[in-house]
């Protein structure tokens, strides 16, 4: 079965400071990864996608994330925070060998302090 | 805005009630989907459309939930006789490919 695991419900970090929001999945098949992000009241805003190719995949807003096919992970990363950052995340994934749906994560929450 | 579209945004309505949502997804896209949002949680799939034709639907959608893409543009979602537990946030993505893209959502609140 197809699962997402965000093992932090809140990050904190200073402006400034490098973030990392961690994510793992698991699929039978070949992975799609995804992250998106939301904020208050509104929809998700899609903010980059793994399908195949390098590893690091840059996205929207500075935000990167590394697929990492042994560990099963796809952890989001930004070099500095900006106090505008603070919203919730969600990482997605998809067995596009099975399905055409996305399973997501229960989130993580960042909080970027000034 | 040439982004995913839906109607309404909130809904307020007394249980037993039927309730209809519309999206309009992105012009050229083919693909769309429903998912369900409860607080605190990540979105859940419902139902996937690639075109006309409805591909995919979740266990979660009970013989309640039933959705339409009638010529492959808009969809909507229709909840008959709704439940206190249908509360939630109803969001809609369309695609052309690879990355879904959301509308606001409609949130729904099952008096």
């Known amino acids: 079965a197809q699962s997402v695991a965000q093992p932090e419900d809140q990050v904190n970090v200073a402006e400034g400071n490098p973030l990392t929001v961690k994510c793992t999945y698991s699929?039978?098949?070949?992975?799609?990864l995804f992250w998106y992000v939301q904020y208050p009241n509104r929809g998700l805003q899609f903010l980059l996608k793994?399908?195949?190719?390098?590893?690091l995949v840059k996205g929207s807003y500075g935000f990167e994330a590394e697929f990492n096919k042994s560990q099963t992970s796809f952890h989001l990363k930004k070099p500095s925070a900006l106090v505008s950052d603070s919203a919730l995340y969600f990482c997605?994934?998809?067995?596009?060998?099975?399905?055409?749906?996305?399973?997501f994560g229960s989130g993580t929450r960042l909080l970027v302090r000034p | 805005d040439t982004g995913v579209s839906q109607n309404p945004r909130h809904k307020i309505t007394k249980r037993g009630q039927n309730v209809t949502f519309r999206c309009d997804p992105i012009?050229?896209?083919?693909?769309l989907y429903w998912y369900r949002q409860t607080l605190g949680q990540g979105p859940e799939f419902l139902t996937y459309?690639?075109?006309?034709?409805?591909?995919?639907k979740s266990r979660l959608l009970s013989d309640r939930f039933s959705a339409e893409r009638p010529k492959g543009s808009f969809s909507t979602l229709e909840i008959q006789r709704t439940e206190q537990g249908d509360s939630a946030m109803y969001l809609c993505?369309?695609?052309?490919?690879?990355?879904?893209?959301f509308g606001p959502g409609t949130r729904l609140t099952v008096l």
């Open positions: 993505a369309s695609s052309s490919g690879a990355a879904e893209f």
């Open positions: 699929v039978s098949g070949n992975p799609y």
């Open positions: 793994y399908i195949t190719g390098d590893n």
């Open positions: 997605a994934v998809r067995d596009e060998d099975s399905s055409y749906k996305l399973i």
């Open positions: 012009s050229e896209h083919n693909r």
């Open positions: 459309f690639q075109n006309e034709a409805q591909l995919e």
